[in-house]
C-alpha cells in the first residue's frame, strides 16, 4: 500500500513571507496532484505533473517533482491570507483512476 | 451552477440508524467516486462508479453501499451507523481517459451520536 507522507503538518506564517512544503511516497507515483482544501468545501486540483524533474508554476506557486518521481515540493512566494487552506499531494492511477491522497499540510497565512 | 453537489451538507443521527446521501454532477462526467475525510483530514477513496459499473471498491464495510441510478447520480447508503462512520464525505467526478481532473462536491458532515 503506497503511503505519502507529506511535511510540515502544521505551518503558519506571517503574509508575505515564502514557504515550502513537501510529499514523500513510498512507492514511485503513477502521475503527482496537488489540490488545495478551503474549509467546508472539497478539494480542488492545482496541478498535475507527470515527468521527474518536472517544474509547473501556478502564479506564486512552483511545483517540483522529484527525479525518481517519489518526491515532490510546493513553494509559495509571498503567501496571502487566501493561500490558507489544506494542502493534499495525490498519485493518481491512470488505469482506474484512482487517487491516494497524502496526510496534508495545514496552511494559514496570518494577515 | 453546481458542478458537484450533495444533499444533504450536514446529517446527525443516533447509532443503529440507516441515512443516505446523495450526488449529483452536471458535467456530464461518465465516472463518480466517494471519498471519505475522517478528523485528522485524511481522505480515502471508498467506492467508483463508471457509466453506472462499479470500478473501484476500497476495503468498506458492507454496511456502505453506493447505487448509482445513471450517469449523473451516484448515492451512498449507511446501515446501521456506528460512532465511526463519523466524517465528511465527499462525492467528486470525472470523464474517464479524458482528463485527470476530479471535480469534488462541498461534502456531507455525517455525525453519528
Known amino acids: 500500500t503506497q503511503l505519502l507522507e507529506q511535511s510540515p503538518q502544521f505551518l503558519s506564517i506571517q503574509e508575505g513571507e515564502n514557504l515550502t512544503v513537501y510529499c514523500n511516497s513510498s512507492?514511485?507515483?503513477?502521475?503527482l496532484q496537488w489540490y488545495r482544501q478551503e474549509p467546508g468545501e472539497g478539494p480542488v486540483l492545482l496541478v498535475t505533473?507527470?515527468?521527474?524533474?518536472e517544474v509547473k508554476k501556478l502564479k506564486r506557486l512552483t511545483f517540483q517533482f522529484g527525479d525518481a518521481r517519489k518526491d515532490s515540493s510546493l513553494h509559495i512566494t509571498a503567501a496571502q491570507p487566501g493561500d490558507t487552506g489544506l494542502y493534499l499531494c495525490?498519485?493518481?492511477?491512470?488505469?482506474?483512476?484512482?487517487?491516494?491522497f497524502g496526510t496534508g499540510t495545514r496552511l494559514t497565512i496570518i494577515p | 451552477d453546481t458542478a458537484v453537489s450533495q444533499t444533504p451538507k450536514y446529517l446527525v443521527t443516533q447509532m443503529g440508524n440507516d441515512k443516505s446521501i446523495k450526488c449529483e454532477q452536471n458535467?456530464?462526467?461518465?465516472?463518480m467516486y466517494w471519498y471519505k475525510q475522517d478528523s485528522k483530514k485524511f481522505l480515502k477513496i471508498m467506492f467508483s462508479?463508471?457509466?453506472?459499473?462499479?470500478?473501484i471498491n476500497e476495503t468498506v464495510p458492507n454496511r456502505f453501499s453506493p447505487k448509482s441510478p445513471d450517469k449523473a447520480h451516484l448515492n451512498l447508503h449507511i446501515n446501521s451507523l456506528e460512532l465511526g462512520d463519523s466524517a465528511v464525505y465527499f462525492c467528486?467526478?470525472?470523464?474517464?481517459?479524458?482528463?485527470?481532473?476530479?471535480?469534488f462536491g462541498p461534502g456531507t458532515r455525517l455525525t453519528v451520536l
Open positions: 467528486a467526478s470525472s470523464q474517464r481517459s479524458k482528463t485527470d481532473t476530479q471535480y
Open positions: 512507492s514511485v507515483f503513477s502521475s
Open positions: 505533473v507527470v515527468t521527474g524533474g
Open positions: 495525490a498519485d493518481l492511477n491512470f488505469g482506474n483512476e484512482k487517487l491516494t
Open positions: 458535467l456530464g462526467h461518465d465516472t
Open positions: 462508479y463508471n457509466n453506472k459499473e462499479l470500478i
